[in-house]
């Protein structure tokens, strides 16, 4: 086949009379979807991504959204085998993976393929917010969307939740509110519409911008523990509460008083902005609301309801459920191994010597608490893949796919962290928790601000895998508990494994009193 470059009228005239597939269902193919107004029907649409298949492309593609093709379905490439490839025409709108798609299809004995970026779209046709060359145009873009999308009304029983990969707070509050009141239309805000849903949640995928800032746009209440897009708009009626997405306690600094992480004027104006907008945040004690006040620059009311996400913890069962899935005996005691991301771990990952020492951590516990152990990894979700490489895998399960951090915590019965705010849900149910932490220099006066002196935490701290072995060896359960017991008061943490149903209750109110027209 000849790919040389050519006109989109050509490529439109050299599909007449074949039947046309479209391979990926991408972020690329959003441009595709801009300029196809041929009267030629696409056949079918192929992605390789397990995750997209069987989906709508009008689910997934922001620029497919209320088109008329919109509900053809994401097939595999096997589809083609129905097919004289004679008669078939494909475009390959990835440009990441394109010579690896082109090379399938050979093999398929497909030749008549051509590939979107070859094609030359004519000066005057380029969108700029369709293929990103230009961020403040693409920001204009979404604006001028979001504000069509006030054209409809705001529907009063409709709350959308920001769930991305997994959620945490959001989705303990959705299973109390479908719980306690079932007319409620909620839609979930996922990176993957194959996640697990509760019965009757509608999602949208986040990528596919078009239809998510019209779920946002006539949502009532807004559940998130992210910032909103700074382009959306927010109506009178409409209601925005932030959850966060820690616990009732968080050991580093965020958002605005984070100077390592938030380095920019325009990062600095995007959390101004949420917290000029948000009505709420739920919080779980006073020093979670003077925090979160300082975090978002907030100035509006604070509902005390406590963790939502912490409720997790106070469900025994869920052990069950990760030692099946990770094919653990239930006889085998489990330490969780939660390290947390380091800004320098991509360039200095093997000096910063964080990893583990696994085989004298696991005798030391069988030694001192009896019994079989295995260390379950949870690496940060922030973490590159390659960085895994500095762990011995043959020494530990690799749990840091589990969806839920709350069932390992409940799972485990001892947890090993360092600067990982999980420490204190560990705590929240009293349990274990001991700190391994060899940078810790480095990383309290260099890397991160912390909002509380390290060496004040309850948790015995080690800084090499020999003193870890000595306090494993020393640990004095009901010193610790004592410790722990004093932490949690003078903080004011109490969680109980109710914090979702007080936040579903509160919303609840709040719909009743907008009925009520109080």
């Known amino acids: 086949m000849d790919v040389k470059r050519q006109t989109w009228e050509q490529f439109q005239f050299a599909v007449k009379n074949k039947k046309l597939f479209l391979f990926g269902a991408g972020m690329a193919s959003n441009l595709f979807w801009k300029y196809w107004k041929s009267p030629i029907q696409l056949e079918g649409i192929i992605d390789n991504d397990k995750n997209k298949q069987g989906f709508s ?16 379905c994401i097939s595999d490439i096997s ?7 004679e008669d078939i025409v494909v475009l390959i709108t990835s440009s990441k993976y394109r010579d690896a798609i082109a090379e399938q299809l050979r093999q398929m004995k497909v030749y008549n393929y051509y590939f979107f970026d070859e094609i030359d779209m004519g000066k005057n046709n380029v969108d700029p917010a369709a293929q990103g060359s230009s961020c403040s145009m693409e920001l204009q873009y979404k604006e001028d969307h ?34 306690m009141k079932t007319s409620l239309d909620i839609v979930w805000v996922v990176k993957d ?24 746009e006539t949502a009532h209440i807004w559940i998130y523990d ?38 920019t004027e325009r990062e600095r104006n995007a959390i101004r902005y949420n917290g000029s907008i948000m009505d709420y945040i739920f919080t779980s004690s006073e020093f ?8 978002f620059a907030f100035n509006g009311k604070c509902i005390r309801i406590g963790s939502p996400r912490s409720d997790a913890l106070f469900h025994v069962d869920n052990k069950e459920k990760v030692y099946k899935e990770n094919h653990i005996d239930m006889a085998v005691h489990s330490v969780l191994y939660a390290p947390t991301f380091r800004t320098d771990l991509s360039v200095n990952k093997k000096k910063l010597g964080i990893v583990l020492d696994c085989i ?39 749990v840091s796919s589990y969806p839920d951090s709350q069932e390992l915590v409940v799972a485990a019965d001892i947890m090993i962290s360092d600067y990982s705010s999980l420490m204190f849900e560990a705590a929240f149910v009293g349990k274990p928790v001991f700190l391994y932490a060899p940078d810790k220099d480095q990383y309290v006066n260099r890397e991160r601000d912390l909002l509380i002196d390290y060496d004040t935490l309850p948790f015995p701290i080690a800084q090499s895998s020999e003193e870890l072995v000595k306090e494993i060896e020393r640990f004095d359960r009901t010193k610790y508990k004592n410790n722990v017991c004093t932490f949690l008061q ?26 009520n027209g109080v």
């Open 57 to 72: 492309v009008g689910e997934l593609v922001a620029e497919a959204w209320e088109k008329k093709d919109q509900d053809i």
């Open 79 to 85: 589809i083609l085998s129905n097919y004289n490839t």
């Open 146 to 179: 979001a504000r069509a999308c006030c054209k409809w009304k705001v529907q009063k029983n409709k709350i959308i939740v920001y769930i991305g990969n997994y959620g945490g707070h959001g989705r303990y509050i959705t299973n109390a509110l479908t719980c």
């Open 193 to 216: 519409l194959s996640l697990e849903s509760p019965s009757g949640v509608r999602k949208v995928y986040e990528p596919n911008w078009k239809k998510y800032l019209y779920e946002l």
């Open 226 to 263: 992210v910032t909103v897009p700074t382009y959306v708009v927010k109506r009178t009626e409409q209601i925005y509460i932030q959850t966060k997405h820690w616990a009732g306690i968080t050991l580093k600094k965020f958002f605005l008083d984070d100077n390592s992480t938030i380095h």
């Open 288 to 295: 979670d609301e003077k925090t979160c006040r300082s975090g």
């Open 360 to 398: 004298s951590v696991r005798k030391a516990l069988e030694r001192c608490f009896g019994g079989i152990w295995c260390i379950m990894l949870r690496t940060h979700p922030s973490l590159p893949k390659e960085s895994m490489d500095i762990y011995d895998l043959s020494q530990v399960i690799d």
């Open 490 to 515: 003078k903080y004011n943490i109490h969680e109980d494994g109710h914090a979702s149903q007080r936040a579903a209750k509160f919303i609840i109110d709040l719909l009743q009193e907008k009925e």
